[in-house]
Structure formats: structure tokens, C-alpha cells
Nanobody
Framework: QVQLGESGGGLVQAGGSLRLSCAVS????????MGWFRQAPGNEREFVAA????????YYTDSVKGRFTISRDNAKNTVYLQMNSLKPEDTAVYYC???????????????????WGQGTQVTVSS
């Protein structure tokens, strides 16, 4: 089974930056895409960004376009989320997730992902 471990969360002031990492252990040929989701207190989990391992196609939710960048390092089996110009509304627990199929649309949902990390807290102060 794929195991995921996030790191890089923390406390930052509005306008600042953080980079999240997600190390994928036991990655198999059945893992085709990676995604980042977030969940703020009292809110439902929401999609943030996704990337396919093979072709590098990338998808973002509208609220992070131009501020967040997802990338992958195939050799290290690691996915990153560079977050710039952070806003207080970005405060949430961020989760990485692995999908057994490639992502082909920006309409990404959690059910497309089978394995999840434990989450890392991102807090943006105003």
C-alpha cells in the first residue's frame, strides 16, 4: 500500500510563503497522480491542486491559481506544493493523496484518490 508523509506546514504571516512536501513510499505502477487537498475547521475538504506522474499535467482550484505551484520529482517520489502570497483563508490542514488513475479534468474530487497522508497544519495570520 502506498504510504504518504507530508511536511512543511507551519505559521506564516499573510503574504508569506511555505512549501509543502509529500514523500511517497512504496509507490507502485498503480499510482498515477497526486493531489493536495485542504480542510479548514467547520468546512468540507476541498481540492487544491493535482499533478500526473507520467505527463506532468497540472490542475488547480481557482482560488489558488497564480499563487500555488504543484510539482513532482519522479526520482525522489516526492510531490511539492509551493504556496506564495498566502492569505488567512488558506489556513487549513493540508493533505496529500495518491490516485490510481490519471487526472484528466480540473473537476477533481476526493473519491478519485485512494491513499491519504496524515495532514500538515498551515496557519496564515493576518
Amino acid at each position: 500500500q502506498v504510504q504518504l508523509g507530508e511536511s512543511g506546514g507551519g505559521l506564516v504571516q499573510a503574504g508569506g510563503s511555505l512549501r509543502l512536501s509529500c514523500a511517497v513510499s512504496r509507490r507502485t505502477v498503480s499510482t498515477y497522480a497526486m493531489g493536495w487537498f485542504r480542510q479548514a475547521p467547520g468546512n468540507e475538504r476541498e481540492f487544491v491542486a493535482a499533478i500526473n506522474w507520467r505527463n506532468g499535467n497540472i490542475y488547480y482550484t481557482d482560488s489558488v491559481k497564480g499563487r500555488f505551484t504543484i510539482s513532482r520529482d519522479n526520482a525522489k517520489n516526492t510531490v511539492y506544493l509551493q504556496m506564495n502570497s498566502l492569505k488567512p483563508e488558506d489556513t487549513a490542514v493540508y493533505y496529500c493523496a495518491a490516485s490510481p488513475t490519471e487526472i484528466t479534468s480540473s473537476r477533481v474530487a476526493g473519491y478519485q484518490f485512494r491513499s491519504w497522508g496524515q495532514g500538515t497544519q498551515v496557519t496564515v495570520s493576518s
